[in-house]
């Protein structure tokens, strides 16, 4: 009997999620011995992946609270251990899915859709709509990553929440040399500003040394399966942008603007350059566009029309038109939700500048995940 109680235990925890790799403990071989004693009181050996592990508490809950669930147990210990090197070792290559030590995730054999989000110039709310459309993908089911490669305004983790007391970013846990995004509101974010204390670190990077922690992110941090990644370029056309057509060359585009039509032109010159080193342009995004007032006027604080001018001048002479595929509008409710580590999809998804996101996110879902369309490399000799 109490065989068949432990046996029962082990398909419990199998639905037990590690927070950080999200996957069951069971298939991640962090459940050791399970055993119960004659009057109900069951043990459960726990291996966490590392010492002072943060997810620690969580899991040793998740586990107390699924044993205890099981008809026959009538106490819980939970007994918490930590991996041996050669264990570690073996979950990190099972993680890697037999693919070699440090080789990328996202390449052409990839099924996972890369989206990377650029602009021309600074403040034009491309972080905060990277944040909020990942949220929203993952509230339709998703799973979704963010690569934060702002050097110069590394602000995913303050928009999504992954930010301590004191405005610092939370650092990801690191399992030898395999890095787990910590995750925001259902979605894996790896950020710059979780690597350096201060922004001003990571701006004096030259372009060598971008690329090199661009990459690691792409090899070393663990994402699994993802659907979509998205990343938050810097603004402009500089070094990250084109390190990231380097390494993903199949990555696709979004550019967001005002509606500033005088600020079609960088945003413009920022989709060239992501055509130029082979990515797809996407679309454009307005952001900032007018703000509906009480008594029924809209007030257009940036002007109109700079979305649709930057689409129109990225599909000069294209065989594809590049379309504008939405206009975000100017929101309280957008800026308060990043300022508060909230995205607003989640907090107020009935804000018109939410549901004009999530619509974006509706209309991204329609290839979500696969070869079809990509480009495969192939030649025919
Ligand atoms: N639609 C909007 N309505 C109101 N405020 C917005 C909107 N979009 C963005 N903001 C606010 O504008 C500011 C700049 O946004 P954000 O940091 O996302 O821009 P960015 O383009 O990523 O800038 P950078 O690349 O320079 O970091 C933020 O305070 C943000 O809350």
Request: charged letters at 20%; one cysteine or more; glycine letters at 12%.
């Amino acid at each position: 009997m109490p065989d068949l109680v432990a046996q029962t235990i082990r398909t419990a925890l199998s639905r037990v999620l590690d927070p950080e790799i999200r996957k069951p403990i069971t298939e991640l071989d962090m459940v050791g011995d399970v055993s119960v004693s004659s009057d109900g009181l069951a043990t459960v050996g726990v291996k966490l992946t590392i010492v002072g592990c943060p997810a620690a508490d969580t899991i040793e809950r998740d586990v107390r609270d699924a044993t205890a669930a099981v008809p026959g147990v009538s106490d819980v210990v939970v007994d918490v251990s930590v991996m041996t090197r050669t264990e570690r070792a073996a979950l990190t290559e099972k993680l890697r899915g037999g693919r070699a030590k440090r080789g990328m995730q996202f390449g052409a054999d990839s099924l996972t859709r890369v989206v990377a989000v650029t602009s021309g110039k600074g403040g034009v709310g491309k972080s905060t709509l990277t944040a909020n459309l990942a949220v929203a993908l993952a509230r339709r089911g998703l799973a979704v990553g963010i690569v934060d490669a702002d050097v110069y305004g590394f602000s995913i983790p303050g928009l999504v929440g992954l930010v301590d007391a004191s405005g610092a970013s939370v650092k990801p846990t690191q399992v030898d040399d395999m890095i787990l995004p910590p995750v925001a509101h259902g979605v894996k974010v790896i950020s710059i500003g979780m690597f350096v204390d201060d922004t001003s670190t990571a701006v004096a990077w030259r372009g060598p040394m971008l690329h090199r922690t661009i990459e690691q992110f792409l090899t070393d941090v663990y994402f699994g399966d993802l659907d979509v990644l998205l990343l938050d370029l810097p603004p402009g056309t500089g070094d990250v942008a084109i390190s990231v057509g380097q390494l993903l060359p199949h990555a696709e585009v979004l550019v967001v603007t005002t509606p500033q039509p005088a600020a079609a032109d960088v945003a413009e010159r920022s989709g060239l350059v992501a055509r130029q080193t082979g990515q797809k342009l996407l679309g454009v995004v307005e952001n900032m566009a007018g703000l509906a007032q009480p008594d029924g006027s809209v007030l257009q604080l940036f002007g109109e029309g700079g979305g649709a001018e930057t689409a129109r001048r990225l599909s000069a002479g294209q065989d594809e038109a590049v379309p504008l595929l939405a206009s975000v509008p100017l929101s309280m409710g957008l800026r308060e939700g990043g300022d508060s580590g909230t995205p607003i999809v989640l907090s107020d998804p009935g804000d018109p500048a939410a549901r004009v996101i999530d619509d974006l996110a509706a209309a991204l879902m329609v290839r979500p995940r696969g070869l079809a369309g990509r480009k495969l490399g192939l030649s025919v000799g």
